[in-house]
């Protein structure tokens, strides 16, 4: 009973300082901000909290073995293409070389083109098969991917979604700790 009376007394409190006001003022050093009142202060309306909701990974479609499909027009089209390596937000440590592969459902055909968008950047198959790409060398910082099909005339048949993954190589002020 002693507990449920703390938590109730603890909930009363937290709910007591977040309608608290906020004073700001000015003096010899520099912009102060409380939530005490001061000699001189003003109180500051604060905006609503912010928040941040992730968006969802993309989802992963297992490779079906069936032939490519096409649309009610007779028209070739792509179910899914995804980058499904690195993952979203993956940390690399230390890496002189990163993989990039695509899975495309159903697979591609040999007519079409696989390009892989590297920071904006694009970057073609050498081979007809190639769903893997090698990015060397790596420098360290935040990158994006995405995969892109493209017909024979151009046009593009299917996009993956964009995925972000961040390198942190060495400092060469500090080699011991990687960033």
């Not at 940390?91 to 920071?119: C, H, I, M, T, Y």
């Amino acid at each position: 009973m002693r507990f449920l009376a703390l938590l109730t007394g603890l909930v009363c409190v937290a709910a007591i300082a977040v309608a608290a006001p906020t004073y700001r003022w000015i003096d010899a050093d520099g912009l102060h901000y409380s939530d005490q009142p001061h000699p001189g202060a003003e109180i500051v309306a604060l905006g609503d909290t912010q928040t941040y909701s992730a968006t969802p990974s993309p989802t992963v479609v297992a490779p079906s073995r069936g032939k490519p499909k096409a649309s009610g027009k007779g028209e070739f089209r792509y179910d899914s293409c995804a980058v499904v390596e690195p993952a979203a937000d993956q940390v690399f440590l230390n890496v002189e070389a990163v993989s990039v592969a695509v899975q495309l459902e159903p697979g591609k055909r040999s007519s079409d083109k696989l390009v892989l968008s590297f920071d904006g950047q694009p970057i073609e198959a050498t081979s007809p098969d190639q769903r893997e790409f090698r990015i060397s060398p790596i420098d360290r910082g935040t990158h994006t991917v995405v995969a892109t099909v493209r017909d024979s005339t151009g046009r593009d048949l299917c996009q993956s979604a964009q995925v972000s993954f961040h390198v942190r190589q060495p400092s060469a002020l500090n080699p011991g700790r990687t960033h």
